[in-house]
């Protein structure tokens, strides 16, 4: 996190905007750049942050991405903050709908793109639809408004939490809870953890994500917290929508737009997760900054 720095020279003081990172060496380093003898206003502050945040990010990584992706994505996040403040002010205003009817129809949701719009925009519940897909996707609805608003820390609570949104009312056994029984994952080579290995692990990945993020680029991190909530499996149900937005909270956090993962995408994406569980989280780093450059960065022609 960014801070004002003040330092004194030759009877003068003078402030700095500074942050410090642990570099994928394992040392801390410090960035600061000189803002002068007088606080600048909030919206040149803004412009200086933006800036400082650019500077680190290429000693703060791991290497995932390359410099190319991450100069990138850069350049995504520092719009955000020069120009529109909040990543939620430069989404389209179907962003709800699609990622709803993207997330869920990944899982098996029956609901077409117009009945989602339908049920989310207009309240109008499709005629002949199941009661469990019209619910789940209101729960989406339900659970992207709480993790957009949370300023709380990744843990235990928090992850319970959007699970029990997304999984509330449906046929999901286990609702803000973590399994209590063995599970397989259909189509995948992955054997999942026993069950009661599960709350020990979780807190492991807690604590590992508190001490990778100043190692690690935000969407290097994001991409890292999903490929591990996944491999564990902790829920009966409702793990990858749980990723999915866990991954966007991470996101917007660091002031990047939330990214959708599309049903069109499906077996590029879980391949990149088959790809994870053999230890090279890299691939799926690489796929969730594709998708992010795909979505919101249109004036280039070699986003791919």
């Known amino acids: 996190m960014a801070f004002i720095e003040k330092q004194n020279h030759g009877g003068h003081l003078y402030y700095y905007l500074a942050k410090s990172i642990r570099t994928k060496e394992g040392k801390t380093k410090k960035f600061r750049i000189l803002l002068g003898r007088a606080l600048p206003s909030k919206a040149e502050l ?10 680190a990010a290429k000693e703060q990584r791991i290497g995932w991405l390359s410099d190319e992706t991450i100069e990138r994505l850069e350049d995504l996040r520092s719009s955000i903050l020069i120009f529109k403040k909040t990543p939620e002010d430069i989404l389209p205003k179907d962003f709800l709908v699609r990622f709803t009817y993207n997330t869920n129809a990944i899982e098996g949701n029956r609901l077409t793109l117009r009945q989602t719009a339908l ?4 309240k109008i519940a499709p005629e002949g639809a199941s009661s469990n897909d019209v619910i789940e996707a209101l729960n989406s609805e339900d659970a992207w408004e709480f993790i957009k608003s949370y300023k709380g820390q990744f843990n235990n609570t928090f992850l319970l939490r959007v699970q029990y949104l997304i999984t509330k009312s449906t046929s999901c056994r286990m609702q803000g809870k973590y399994r209590d029984n063995e599970v397989r994952i259909l189509g ?3 054997t999942p953890p026993l069950h009661s290995k599960v709350p020990v692990m ?20 994001a991409s890292w917290a999903h490929c591990n909530i996944v491999q564990v499996h902790p829920f009966t149900d409702g793990n ?28 590029r994406y879980y391949n990149a997760i088959e790809e994870a569980d053999k230890g090279k989280t890299v691939n799926f780093a690489h796929f ?11 004036s280039r022609s070699d986003t791919n």
């Open 46 to 55: 803004q412009k200086v942050l933006a800036r400082l945040d650019k500077i």
């Open 119 to 122: 049920l989310l925009a207009d």
């Open 188 to 190: 995948s080579d992955w």
């Open 202 to 221: 979780m807190n492991k990945i807690f604590s590992d994500c508190s001490k990778q993020k100043r190692a690690m680029h935000p969407v290097e991190l």
């Open 240 to 267: 990858g929508r749980t990723a999915r937005l866990i991954m966007n909270w991470m996101l917007i956090k660091n002031h990047f737009p939330p990214v959708i993962i599309e049903v069109k995408n499906k077996e």
């Open 288 to 298: 969730v900054a594709q998708q992010l450059l795909e979505q919101y960065v249109t």
